[in-house]
């Protein structure tokens, strides 16, 4: 509707004379019902977190050094670490530790100082040492040390550095000084009812930007935070490439190639569980589209029991409980892709304002008896510790 043009004088609203036309004394309740239709997407499950002062967006994630390594099939009498130097290793281990190799009742001392990616090692208390199989993960058990001697080596990790860039999102609502005096039933002001409009609308945006935004990469396959159309970068994109190299990790990312299962929830929940999140202080939701929503609702529908005189037909789920006992509230979000389900940790996502750009609307200068408002604000979206705390299943048929 072009609320500064001429167009609507002569049209419906205007001072046309057929009754049918003069939707201004038309009730408008079912349409204006419509437009604000209620929805408890994804937006409201994420708190706002503290204002930012630059377009790109920095934040420093801290971990703790690793509880196991991930060791080869070895020969008698070593331990052969997979994926380590030397340096790495002697970080997190030292002669005299003690590791058990998952899924066995062996616990092995390293008996010789940790110098190479061989490591010298025997059955705790013996001087034999069995193979296990390749790429077992041996838990750090213990790391004793002697009252004589020497402080050991410092081995806090370097901090790691993640970032996002700011996106403005913006509407501008013009009327003249006729449409703005006009008398409506149900819609009492025009500018307020289409500022009203234009804020749901930017909502909207918002909220598929967190889950769908994509941070724009140059030729050189570095991002630019100062291009005046910078986007941010949503859920999908971190939680696939959270270090925006344009190469995919996918540490916490499993692809199903198959319809939704209660065992695909379970198994990417054990995978974020492993990687170290899940702990005391998450607060984790699993956000989906209508279609997936649908089969969860369904999942075990056999075994649900009515009572007799059950006026209630149909089936719905709004919390999974997976095998590990966590419970997590099942959040539908209209604008989430049909084939996708991630996990997220409420405690470790926030939006972020630029200072002084919050939400907000300004009275622009005035053209004749037009009068013209923008609303706009600029914001990011942070997401810590995406290769550890969230996850996301794709390719769900």
């Known amino acids: 509707m072009a609320l500064t043009s001429t167009a609507f004088m002569a049209g419906p609203g205007g001072f046309s004379g057929t009754l049918s036309n003069k939707l201004d004394k038309m009730d408008c309740s079912q349409v204006l019902a419509a437009v604000l239709k209620a929805d408890k997407q994804l937006l409201g499950h994420i708190r706002m977190g503290p204002t930012a002062h630059n377009i790109e967006v920095n934040f420093i994630e801290d971990e703790l050094n690793p509880a196991y390594i991930l060791a080869k099939s070895a020969a008698v009498g070593s331990v052969v670490a997979s994926t380590y130097t030397t340096a790495s290793l002697q970080r997190i281990l030292r002669k005299n530790a003690v590791i058990q190799p998952n899924g066995t009742e062996q616990v092995i001392q390293i008996t010789a100082s940790v110098a190479a990616q061989t490591l010298t090692g025997a059955i705790y208390g013996s001087t034999t040492y069995a193979a296990f199989a390749s790429n077992t993960k041996c838990w750090i058990v213990a790391m004793p040390y002697a009252d004589i001697d020497a402080a050991s080596s410092d081995i806090s990790m370097s901090r790691t550095k993640r970032k996002n860039f700011m996106q403005v999102f913006e509407r501008a609502v013009e009327i003249t000084q006729t449409r703005k005096n006009m008398d409506m039933e149900a ?47 949503g859920i999908i994109q971190l939680l696939r490439d959270w270090d925006l190299d344009s190469t995919n990790e996918d540490t916490t990312v499993i692809q199903a190639s198959a319809a939704l299962t209660q065992g695909h929830i379970n198994s990417l929940a054990y995978k974020i569980f492993d990687q170290g999140g899940l702990d005391e202080t998450a607060d984790p939701i699993i956000v989906v589209g209508a279609k997936q929503a649908r089969v969860i ?101």
């Open 297 to 397: 609702a369904a999942m075990e529908k056999d075994l649900r029991r009515v009572e007799q005189g059950e006026r209630i037909v149909g089936y719905y789920k709004n919390v999974f409980l997976s095998d590990m006992g966590v419970e997590f509230p099942i959040v539908m979000d209209r604008w989430f892709p049909g084939d996708k389900l991630t996990i997220l940790d409420r405690s470790r996502i926030a939006l972020r304002a630029l200072a002084g750009d919050a939400w907000h609307m300004e009275k622009m200068a005035k053209t004749g008896r037009n009068e013209k408002w923008q609303l706009s604000g600029q914001y990011t979206l942070e997401l810590r510790n995406a290769d550890k705390c969230h996850g996301m299943l794709y390719d769900l048929s």
């Open 187 to 233: 819609i009492v002001n025009e500018l307020q009812t289409q500022i009203k409009y234009r804020t749901l609308e930017i909502k909207r945006e918002l909220d598929m930007a967190i889950i769908m935004g994509y941070a724009r990469a140059s030729a050189a396959n570095t991002y630019s935070g100062d291009h005046e159309l910078r986007t941010l970068a």
